[in-house]
């Protein structure tokens, strides 16, 4: 089993930044994608980011340029860097881990005001 705890989310200015960290723990293994997904209200989940065990990164197109996913794999932590924020980034973002089922954290939630 694979515990997710994601932390670092709360209300912020448009504009702002935040950093989001994403700490695993049980029997997790660093040889595997992780992401960040988020959901607005009345929305489904979609992907933010995602980065591979060596470091390749993929971002949404709402994002990128504005947000940063990285990992330490000694840590066992994922983090998601959001700058330059925006009101329509609002909302829970959950971390994932993939191993024959996904994993997901109980979330954080960002706010971003206008």
Known sequence: QVQLVESGGGLVQAGKSLRLSCAASGSWFSGTTMGWYRQAPGKQRELVARITSGGATTYADSVKGRFTISRNNARATVYLQM????????????????????YWGQGTQVTVSS
Request: proline share 5%; charged share 30%; hydrophobic share 20%.
């Open 83 to 102: 700058n330059s924020l925006k009101p329509e980034d609002t909302a829970v973002y959950y971390c994932n881990y993939r191993n024959f089922r996904d």
